[in-house]
């Protein structure tokens, strides 16, 4: 269950900070507590509560929230609170903050939530909701953020949930939804934030997306959609991060995609896209995460990715890349990581690549490469592999062509993923700075030797708790 800081970007909230935390006065000896409330009486005629991160450890005695007409405000967050949640709550009418996250709440989300038609923050997200999001909850007109992530939360999204105009936050990550996603969710146009991965969305990306000109994270990610990236993405302008990786997307990269101005991470890999990679992402000058690894992208890598001065990461492996290795991407002055692995690649390795002063990790395994290498002082260099193609070697003053089938330095071999996860959480020290061999604006790559003597390159995303990619599987 990843945390709420585990996402970019979270959204100020109206009410958020004008409470003190009061734990001071139920801490004994720094012991967990259980939460009384009729201990809660000199709060009966404020506007709020706020008691997170207070060590509470469940419920001495069920809430009366008759007894707080007034309240605004209530945080109970990162506490041990468990049992259902109480219907009670549902008579504080003029409630506007509501934060129940990080506890061990079970149960369902009580349709009596509707009541609340004053609220505008709703996180219960880390505790082990189960059930459907009701119906109920497409009457909290006055709803901005909405936080259920990290829960047991199934079924579809209802309907009712494309009512809530003013919403500026949805987080609805980390669970077992399923079902298509509503067209109408292109209502929502106040979203600044959408994270919907980790679930089991399928059907189509819907175009009505296009609307939500305000995003500037859009998640969907390890989910079962198909279909087409819809073009209208393209119509994001302020998007920042975008990650639709691990789905069954088909098709080709729109070329609208490259009006994305202000895009610092495109993650389209793991897919099943087609055709080749767009002349238009050369204009995607902010970037610096490009990953379309693990997908049936062919033709030739477009010259204009050279323009991508920002650039740190550039993973096109296991793809069907033909053609040579553009000159220009020797232009990639903030390059760190460059995988070319598994494609069909020819020609010779060009020599303004030694321009990369800054590269980390270079990879061409697996190609039809051939000529001399010269790629001069590459003083950072960590990671550097060059087997399975067909190199120009001297010898004894002669030129030969040999082929190089000597071990690179990551192995490639099949593994089960959770044995995997736990080989790599010990072989890194649960990814401890010894094993960095890189880093770039969103995660660090780290080298694990596993013992079944195979070297991995794993790469462990910043703002994704847990969460890593294999440069190599």
């Given at each position: 269950?990843?945390?709420?800081?585990?996402?970019p970007?979270?959204?100020?909230?109206?009410l958020?900070?004008?409470?003190?935390n009061?734990?001071?006065q139920?801490?004994?000896?720094?012991?967990?507590?259980?939460?009384?409330?009729?201990?809660?009486?000199?709060?009966?005629?404020g506007l709020?509560?706020?008691?997170d991160?207070?060590?509470?450890?469940?419920?001495?005695?069920r809430?009366?929230f008759?007894?707080?007409?007034?309240?605004?405000?209530i945080?109970?967050?990162?506490?041990?609170?468990?049992?259902?949640?109480?219907?009670?709550?549902?008579?504080?009418?003029?409630?506007?903050?509501?934060?129940?996250s990080?506890?061990?709440?079970?149960?369902?989300?009580?349709?009596?939530?509707?009541?609340?038609?004053?609220?505008?923050?709703?996180?219960?997200?880390?505790?082990?909701?189960?059930?459907?999001?009701?119906?109920?909850?497409g009457?909290?007109s006055?709803?901005?953020?909405?936080?259920?992530?990290?829960?047991?939360l199934?079924g579809?999204?209802?309907?009712s949930?494309?009512?809530?105009?003013k919403?500026?936050?949805?987080r609805?990550?980390?669970?077992q939804?399923?079902?298509?996603?509503?067209?109408k969710?292109?209502?929502?146009?106040?979203?600044?934030?959408?994270?919907?991965?980790?679930?089991s969305?399928?059907?189509?990306?819907?175009?009505?997306?296009?609307n939500l000109?305000?995003?500037?994270?859009?998640?969907?990610?390890?989910?079962?959609?198909?279909?087409?990236?819809?073009?209208?993405?393209?119509?994001?302008?302020?998007?920042?991060?975008?990650?639709?990786?691990?789905?069954?997307?088909?098709?080709?990269?729109?070329?609208?995609?490259?009006?994305?101005s202000?895009?610092?991470?495109?993650?389209?890999?793991?897919?099943?896209?087609?055709?080749?990679?767009?002349?238009?992402?050369?204009?995607?000058?902010?970037?610096?995460?490009?990953?379309?690894?693990a997908?049936?992208?062919?033709?030739?890598?477009?010259?204009?990715?050279?323009?991508l001065?920002?650039?740190?990461?550039?993973?096109?492996?296991?793809?069907?890349?033909?053609?040579?290795?553009?000159?220009?991407?020797?232009?990639?002055?903030?390059?760190?990581?460059?995988?070319?692995?598994?494609?069909?690649?020819?020609?010779s390795?060009?020599?303004?690549?030694?321009?990369?002063?800054?590269?980390?990790?270079?990879?061409?395994?697996?190609?039809?490469l051939?000529?001399?290498?010269?790629?001069?002082?590459?003083?950072?260099?960590?990671?550097?592999?060059?087997?399975?193609?067909?190199?120009?070697?001297?010898?004894?003053?002669?030129?030969?062509?040999v082929?190089?089938?000597?071990e690179?330095?990551?192995?490639?071999?099949?593994?089960?993923?959770?044995?995997?996860?736990?080989e790599?959480i010990?072989?890194?020290?649960?990814?401890?700075?010894?094993?960095?061999?890189?880093?770039?604006?969103?995660?660090?790559?780290?080298?694990?030797?596993?013992?079944s003597?195979?070297?991995?390159?794993?790469?462990?995303?910043?703002?994704?708790?847990?969460?890593?990619?294999?440069?190599?599987?």
């Amino acid at each position: 269950m990843g945390s709420q800081s585990s996402k970019p970007g979270a959204v100020s909230t109206y009410l958020h900070g004008l409470t003190s935390n009061k734990c001071h006065q139920f801490q004994t000896k720094n012991k967990p507590v259980h939460l009384a409330w009729n201990l809660l009486q000199p709060w009966r005629k404020g506007l709020s509560i706020k008691l997170d991160k207070c060590r509470f450890k469940g419920y001495a005695s069920r809430p009366s929230f008759s007894s707080f007409p007034d309240l605004e405000f209530i945080d109970f967050s990162s506490n041990g609170l468990f049992g259902t949640i109480p219907l009670e709550i549902t008579q504080l009418s003029k409630l506007r903050y509501l934060d129940l996250s990080n506890n061990q709440l079970s149960g369902i989300i009580p349709s009596g939530i509707g009541l609340l038609t004053n609220l505008e923050t709703l996180h219960l997200g880390e505790n082990e909701l189960n059930g459907s999001i009701p119906e109920e909850i497409g009457q909290l007109s006055s709803l901005i953020e909405l936080f259920l992530y990290s829960n047991y939360l199934d079924g579809h999204i209802p309907v009712s949930l494309c009512n809530l105009t003013k919403m500026v936050a949805l987080r609805l990550y980390d669970n077992q939804f399923s079902g298509t996603i509503p067209l109408k969710m292109g209502d929502l146009a106040n979203l600044v934030e959408l994270f919907m991965d980790s679930n089991s969305f399928e059907g189509p990306i819907p175009f009505t997306f296009g609307n939500l000109t305000k995003l500037t994270y859009l998640f969907m990610y390890r989910n079962q959609l198909s279909g087409s990236i819809p073009p209208e993405i393209g119509n994001l302008k302020s998007l920042n991060w975008l990650s639709l990786f691990g789905n069954n997307l088909s098709g080709p990269i729109p070329r609208s995609l490259g009006g994305l101005s202000n895009l610092t991470l495109l993650h389209l890999y793991g897919n099943q896209l087609s055709g080749s990679i767009p002349e238009e992402l050369g204009n995607l000058t902010s970037i610096s995460d490009l990953e379309l690894s693990a997908n049936q992208l062919n033709g030739s890598i477009p010259s204009s990715l050279g323009n991508l001065s920002k650039l740190q990461w550039l993973n096109l492996r296991a793809n069907q890349l033909t053609g040579s290795i553009p000159a220009s991407m020797g232009n990639l002055s903030e390059l760190q990581l460059l995988i070319l692995r598994s494609n069909q690649l020819s020609g010779s390795i060009p020599a303004s690549l030694s321009n990369l002063k800054t590269l980390k990790f270079l990879t061409f395994y697996d190609n039809h490469l051939t000529g001399p290498i010269s790629l001069g002082n590459l003083s950072n260099l960590l990671i550097f592999e060059l087997s399975s193609n067909r190199f120009q070697a001297r010898k004894r003053g002669s030129k030969r062509e040999v082929e190089m089938n000597s071990e690179g330095l990551l192995a490639t071999s099949i593994f089960d993923g959770k044995t995997l996860y736990k080989e790599i959480i010990q072989a890194t020290r649960n990814f401890h700075d010894m094993h960095c061999i890189g880093e770039g604006g969103f995660g660090k790559v780290y080298k694990a030797e596993l013992p079944s003597g195979n070297t991995l390159a794993v790469k462990k995303f910043h703002s994704l708790n847990q969460d890593f990619q294999l440069l190599y599987d």
